[in-house]
């Protein structure tokens, strides 16, 4: 089927405005993650979802990110109040636990500019 | 703690010749390790991954990747590099125990022709 998907694939904002980030996970796959990557940086984990168990927000960076998942499949990423360090491509990546095993399959990300 | 290190930030070869990206974590019980490659403005592909079968594992575009318990390596390789592989690649581990996933800083991969 469809891998992961995400929307926008750019978006340039100002600073001080709200973002919304889009990710449509493979259907079935019930864990979710969001990912940093900033320039020249290694990928930063943000935010884990796991079916209807409470994600795991201990990578996101202040209180103005936050991240939700509604019916265990779409997930939205929102930045309030953006700043230009927020500046990055937004990854999420979908998984299915099956035997112990996992691999996650990864999105084109989002390419966020702050100006 | 656990981690992953990626030994080499940058590595250059030449076309047609052997590549080597370089992986160690630390040691754990029943890692899941994988590599991935980002094309530059792309999402990460699966390269390959490990899940305690065979330890020489073959994956896309002719690389494989060898998991040696007793040096804790997992290295990339590909016998003859093509200029299509310019990228970079991420050595990724999943700790089973509590699938926590940690990745490598990244290496990035020239090919000159």
């Known amino acids: 089927g469809a891998g992961v998907s995400q929307s926008p694939s750019n978006k340039v904002t100002e600073k001080g405005k709200d973002v919304e980030l889009r990710c449509d996970p493979i259907?079935?796959?019930?864990?979710l993650y969001w990912y940093r990557q900033s320039l020249g940086q290694g990928l930063e984990f943000l935010i884990y979802f796991q079916g209807n168990s409470a994600p795991d927000k201990s990578g996101l960076p202040s209180d103005r990110f936050s991240a939700e998942r509604t019916g265990g499949s779409v997930s939205t990423l929102t930045i309030q109040r953006t700043q230009q360090e927020d500046s990055a491509v937004y990854l999420c990546?979908?998984?299915?636990?099956?035997?112990?095993?996992?691999?996650?399959?990864f999105g084109p990300g989002t390419r966020l500019l702050v100006l | 703690a656990q981690s992953v290190t990626q030994l080499d930030s940058h590595v250059s070869v030449s076309e047609g010749t052997p590549v080597l990206l370089r992986c160690n974590y630390s040691s754990s019980y029943s890692p899941s390790l994988f590599w991935y490659v980002q094309h530059p403005n792309k999402g990460l592909q699966l390269l390959l991954k490990y899940t305690s079968a065979a330890t020489l594992v073959k994956g896309i575009n002719g690389f494989e990747a060898e998991f040696k318990k007793s040096e804790t390596s997992f290295h990339l390789t590909k016998p003859s590099a093509h200029m299509s592989d310019a990228a970079e690649y991420f050595c990724v581990v999943i700790y089973t125990g509590g699938f926590k996933t940690i990745f490598g800083a990244g290496t990035r991969l020239f090919v000159k022709a």
């Open positions: 990546a979908s998984s299915f636990r099956r035997g112990g095993e996992e691999t996650q399959y």
């Open positions: 259907s079935g796959h019930t864990a």
